[in-house]
């Protein structure tokens, strides 16, 4: 495989990776003017409701894939992943495209600090850990994970940030806590509230273009659903950011799963010039959100 699957467990482990040798400028160049990422909770660990649940690895990477470069994705943000799919992901969008691929991933753990496992696929073989994941195209890319604030009852969450030099761009992704009673439960959010705190704080870094994906589990401000204090919570991110899908000033947009929107994906004021939610999607309890945004 010409990329490099990470697997990040360390609180920071930035990765540089040099251009493979024998490939052309052009196939590892990403557009100079554009870049276009795809967000998705794929749901594929444990969560039985779902069609990708327990689905094998060769399938997983095939329909997030294909979705992916539906659009053009050169960054995929994805959530409820699992770590034992992370190389045939990579492998699949290297043949696929002709360009490199490089994918962070970081495995979910458990209150006692072990893995916080995918259930087997189909055929009984294991997945690895429930995990979130950043797939980048092109070369030259670092990656860092940072710890996030979490109930100790429950598993511990993080973002993963990749940085691109060459483009000046910083993409971090993340799944933050849910809101049930076996997660973030009290009353006014706080774990998920300290999240978006500290997300909001390392997605910035002085001379780079910040792009942040994921499933939030929190509505928008101006949505009227969802608790209050998940709006309150997120609202931050809007004065910092362009938000894929908001309209006419209000801070709200297109539902991504069950009817509320929960995945989210936030850009440089102005930068958004297109933006898209794949309702068709069946697959998982999330429909995949893309955004196109200018350099």
Same mark, same amino acid.
């Given at each position: 495989?010409?990329?490099?699957?990470?697997?990040?467990?360390?609180?920071?482990?930035?990765?540089?990776?040099?251009?493979?040798?024998?490939?052309?400028?052009?196939?590892? +160049?990403?557009?100079?003017?554009?870049?276009?990422?795809? +967000?998705?909770?794929?749901?594929?660990?444990?969560?039985?409701?779902?069609?990708?649940?327990?689905?094998?690895?060769?399938?997983?990477?095939?329909? &997030?894939?294909?979705?992916?470069?539906?659009?053009?994705?050169?960054?995929?943000?994805?959530?409820?992943?699992?770590?034992?799919?992370?190389?045939?992901?990579?492998?699949?969008?290297?043949?696929?495209?002709?360009?490199?691929? +490089?994918?962070?991933?970081?495995?979910?753990?458990?209150?006692?600090?072990?893995?916080?496992?995918?259930?087997?696929?189909?055929?009984?073989?294991?997945?690895?850990?429930?995990?979130?994941?950043?797939?980048?195209?092109?070369?030259?890319?670092?990656?860092? &994970? =940072?710890?996030? #604030?979490?109930?100790?009852?429950?598993?511990?969450?993080?973002?993963?940030?990749?940085?691109? #030099?060459?483009?000046? &761009?910083?993409?971090?992704?993340? =799944?933050?806590?849910?809101?049930?009673?076996?997660?973030?439960?009290?009353?006014?959010?706080?774990?998920?509230? %300290?999240?978006?705190?500290?997300?909001?704080?390392?997605?910035?870094?002085?001379?780079?273009?910040?792009?942040?994906?994921?499933?939030?589990?929190?509505?928008?401000?101006?949505?009227?659903?969802?608790?209050?204090?998940?709006?309150?919570?997120?609202? #931050?991110?809007?004065?910092?950011?362009?938000?894929?899908?908001?309209?006419?000033?209000?801070?709200?947009?297109?539902?991504?799963?069950?009817? %509320?929107?929960?995945?989210?994906?936030?850009? #440089? %004021?102005?930068?958004?010039?297109?933006? =898209?939610?794949?309702?068709?999607?069946?697959?998982?309890?999330? %429909?995949?959100?893309?955004?196109?945004?200018?350099?």
């Amino acid at each position: 495989m010409v990329g490099h699957v990470l697997l990040l467990l360390a609180s920071m482990l930035p990765v540089p990776q040099a251009a493979p040798s024998g490939m052309s400028p052009s196939a590892t +160049t990403l557009s100079a003017t554009t870049l276009s990422a795809m +967000t998705w909770n794929v749901c594929t660990g444990t969560n039985s409701n779902c069609r990708l649940y327990r689905a094998g690895a060769v399938e997983l990477a095939g329909h &997030i894939g294909e979705q992916a470069l539906a659009r053009r994705a050169e960054v995929i943000f994805l959530q409820e992943f699992c770590t034992g799919a992370t190389g045939t992901l990579e492998l699949w969008l290297e043949r696929r495209t002709g360009k490199r691929w +490089t994918i962070g991933s970081w495995g979910l753990t458990g209150q006692d600090g072990a893995p916080y496992a995918c259930h087997p696929d189909l055929l009984g073989r294991p997945r690895g850990a429930q995990s979130i994941a950043v797939a980048v195209a092109g070369d030259a890319v670092a990656f860092e &994970i =940072h710890p996030l #604030p979490a109930p100790p009852w429950y598993v511990r969450r993080a973002a993963i940030c990749a940085d691109l #030099p060459a483009r000046k &761009i910083r993409a971090c992704g993340t =799944h933050l806590s849910s809101g049930s009673a076996y997660d973030d439960r009290q009353p006014g959010a706080p774990y998920r509230t %300290k999240q978006l705190e500290r997300l909001l704080e390392i997605s910035a870094k002085p001379g780079y273009r910040s792009l942040v994906g994921g499933d939030l589990n929190v509505s928008p401000p101006d949505s009227g659903y969802g608790s209050a204090a998940g709006r309150r919570a997120v609202a #931050p991110f809007y004065r910092a950011y362009q938000e894929c899908d908001q309209r006419d000033g209000r801070r709200t947009g297109r539902w991504t799963r069950e009817g %509320k929107k929960l995945d989210y994906l936030f850009a #440089p %004021k102005g930068s958004v010039r297109r933006c =898209h939610v794949e309702r068709g999607v069946t697959l998982s309890d999330h %429909k995949p959100a893309h955004i196109e945004v200018t350099l």
